[in-house]
């Protein structure tokens, strides 16, 4: 009696290990084929996202050669380093910021109690920057002209301004 309570508890041991291992194989491979779906679709997202960078990058002057060559003249002092020049843009841009009366390179005078200020920048080439402003209640968006004069100082230019109405 003793000797079939054994056979049958290794019996039902065999039993339990056997379908313990099928299980767990079926979940490994079906966990791997989970993750190379989700790889792939990862891939698929991340490709995508790559591509509308590079759209989105295709007008700025980090991308453009061309605009950067302009930087570049046989004299080595009158070279310009584009690298160095985009975050000067960008300060100088933000500089005007302080100005009592809102930045004077939004366009726009004071529609409110409230000054316009430029919040973001956008070098595109050589030659134009486009910039977003508001003054909290009212946005708008700026084409800008800048140029990089003899002395390595830079002037602006507003070119267009536009703003959105109020919703």
Do not use: C
Not at 33 to 60: C, G, H, I, M, R
Not at 89 to 103: I, T
Not at 148 to 159: A, L, P, R, T, Y
């Amino acid at each position: 009696m003793k000797q079939s309570l054994l056979l049958y508890l290794f019996i039902l041991a065999l039993v339990f290990n056997v379908f313990t291992y099928a299980y767990y194989s079926k979940e490994v491979a079906f966990q791997k084929e989970q993750l190379d779906k989700l790889t792939k679709k990862s891939q698929a997202k991340e490709a995508k996202l790559n591509e509308n960078l590079v759209d989105a990058n295709y007008f700025s002057l980090e991308n453009n050669e061309k605009a950067q060559n302009y930087f570049y003249s046989d004299v080595p002092e009158k070279n310009v380093d584009y690298a160095t020049l985009i975050p000067l843009l960008k300060d100088k841009l933000m500089d005007f910021n302080d100005n009592p009366n809102g930045n004077p390179y939004t366009g726009q005078e004071k529609l409110g109690a409230n000054k316009f200020i430029i919040n973001k920048v956008k070098v595109l080439n050589h030659r134009w920057i486009i910039a977003d402003y508001s003054d909290g209640e009212y946005w708008g968006e700026v084409l800008l002209k800048y140029f990089v004069n003899d002395d390595k100082s830079i002037s602006f230019e507003v070119n267009q301004s536009l703003v959105y109405q109020k919703q």
